[in-house]
């Protein structure tokens, strides 16, 4: 079985402070790691994926395989940063399309 | 281009009725999946559709629940003899290509439930 956990439900940190959201996930195989962002009224969106090893909005994550984890990291987080993170996982090979999603950490970057 | 679209956005019904929800997904995408997103939890996969075919409804709950793709495109989630526990924000996806080989997955705004 795969599992995503995300273990913060709420992070607050100030603006120009580093950030960092945790993921740790359970999965047999190799793994796809994406992290999700909803902003305030808006819709669940792609914020990036490990395979892609790319800075999004000065977001970055490294896929740590022997600690089994994904942690999201800004240097110094802005106040249109705030909004609700999700970590998710699909599995490899053929058949593998779902996404286990983790439960979520809300980040609210204080002015 | 118009993204995924879903009615309607909210639905409030009573214990035991029944319920059907609309996915309209972005033009061209074959792949089709829903998701259910209980208060304080991260989206639950329920089904995923290639074409009119569901290829996977593993994550359906019981058999209350069910879903069709007749001619590819437009989705409806239904769900019958609704309970209280069914009360949840249900999200469509679509994503082009083939599932094998990874295609983001682009969300809908949901479909807000409450069974009173």
């Known amino acids: 079985a795969q599992r995503v956990t995300q273990p913060e439900k709420l992070l607050s940190v100030f603006k120009g402070a580093p950030v960092e959201l945790k993921c740790n996930y359970s999965?047999?195989?190799?793994?796809?790691l994406f992290w999700y962002v909803q902003y305030s009224r808006q819709r669940l969106q792609l914020l990036l994926r490990h395979i892609s090893r790319e800075s999004i909005k000065g977001f970055t994550a490294d896929l740590n395989k022997g600690e089994t984890s994904f942690h999201l990291k800004k240097p110094f987080a802005q106040e249109e940063d705030s909004a609700m993170y999700y970590c998710?996982?699909?599995?490899?090979?053929?058949?593998?399309?779902?996404?286990?999603f983790g439960k979520g950490t809300k980040l609210s970057v204080i002015p | 281009g118009a993204g995924v679209s879903q009615t309607p956005s909210n639905k409030v019904t009573e214990k035991g009725k029944y319920v059907e929800l609309r996915c309209d997904p972005i033009?061209?995408?074959?792949?089709l999946y829903w998701y259910r997103q209980s208060l304080g939890q991260g989206p639950e996969f329920l089904i995923y559709?290639?074409?009119?075919?569901?290829?996977?409804d593993s994550g359906l709950p019981n058999d209350r629940f069910f879903a069709v793709r007749p001619e590819g495109s437009v989705s409806t989630l239904k769900i019958q003899r609704t309970e209280r526990g069914d009360s949840a924000v249900y999200l469509c996806?679509?994503?082009?290509?083939?599932?094998?080989?990874?295609?983001?997955?682009?969300f809908g705004p949901g479909t807000r439930l409450t069974v009173l």
């Open positions: 033009s061209g995408h074959t792949a």
């Open positions: 998710a996982l699909r599995g490899s090979g053929a058949g593998s399309y779902q996404l286990t």
């Open positions: 559709f290639q074409g009119t075919g569901a290829a996977d």
């Open positions: 999965y047999s195989g190799s793994p796809e």
């Open positions: 996806a679509s994503s082009a290509g083939l599932a094998f080989t990874y295609n983001e997955q682009f």
